[in-house]
């Protein structure tokens, strides 16, 4: 009886003590879990903050990237404007060195034209001098060269005296082997009068005209007769001009093309 008791007893004490140990190692485990899931709560609050951070530095990132993109944007458009009046004033300089350009070479002809008038002038006056000396009456005036002749060489145009009309005609014999080396230059045979009469005036220097054209083979186109108030002063005279329509012509167009 007391061999059962005994077993009994050493069974109770097995049994309790290794319900003991497994409630110790459950409690073990228990804690372990709760660790676990602690530090696992832990690992996702960190989680969140760092999403949290992580979003907050994107849309910083997001909003930089965007002020950037627009102030990119904004340069661009800025240089292509710029690039665009940049061409636009270039060419404008173009076009205005163009014109000055135009317009110098226009100046240019002018200038040349008044040179080379200014230059036959002179020239026809260096040859009158030599022709009919440096005594001669002969002056320039407003690109024009113009003799007056003197009251013998006057006078010998309608004189019946032989050696009147030699005088004359010895003096127009050289002035027209001067005006036949300047085909282009206009020729005006111009009365002057002191007393009123220009139809006398006018009279002789049709007279000339027509001598000049007869006689000594002076083109009629060229030949011009007229007759002006001398004032105090009466004569004859041959105005020689080169020829300025075409060159007046010419001014004219360059001022219309100008306007």
């Known amino acids: 009886m007391n061999k059962y008791f005994t077993l ?4 109770f004490i097995s049994v309790t003590t290794l319900q003991a140990q497994k409630k110790s190692d ?11 899931k602690d530090s696992i709560n832990n690992l996702y609050v960190v989680s969140k903050k760092r999403e949290t951070v992580s979003k ?19 340069l661009m458009e800025n240089i292509n404007n710029f690039t665009k009046a940049s061409i636009e004033k270039s060419e404008n ?9 135009d317009k110098e070479a226009k100046l240019k002809v002018i200038n040349d034209k008044f040179s080379s008038h200014d230059s036959i002038a002179l020239a026809i006056l260096t040859d009158l001098k030599k022709s009919l000396g440096e ?32 005088a004359t005609e010895s003096m127009l014999t050289q002035i027209t082997n001067v005006l036949k080396r300047y085909k282009d230059a206009t020729i005006t045979v111009e009365g002057v009068t002191n007393t009123g009469e220009f139809d006398v005036a006018l009279n002789l220097a049709t ?12 083109s009629n ?30 001014v004219r167009e360059q001022i219309k093309e100008n306007n």
């Open 207 to 218: 007279v000339l005209a027509n001598k000049l054209q007869k006689q000594y083979s002076i």
């Open 135 to 166: 005594n001669s009456t002969i002056n320039v005036a407003n690109g024009a060269v113009t003799i007056s002749l003197n009251e013998a060489t006057r006078n010998g145009l309608t004189s019946k005296s032989a050696v009147d009309k030699s």
């Open 26 to 36: 459950l409690l073990i485990e228990i804690q372990n879990l709760k660790a676990s």
């Open 8 to 11: 009994l007893s050493i069974l």
């Open 93 to 101: 300089i173009g076009k205005t060195l163009e014109s000055l350009q």
């Open 221 to 250: 186109a060229r030949l011009v007769a007229t007759t002006k108030d001398g004032g105090f002063t009466e004569g004859l005279n041959i105005r020689i001009s080169p020829k300025f329509d075409a060159f007046y012509f010419l």
């Open 56 to 74: 907050t530095e994107a849309d910083s990132y997001k909003t930089q990237v965007d002020e950037l993109l627009v102030t990119n944007n904004s």
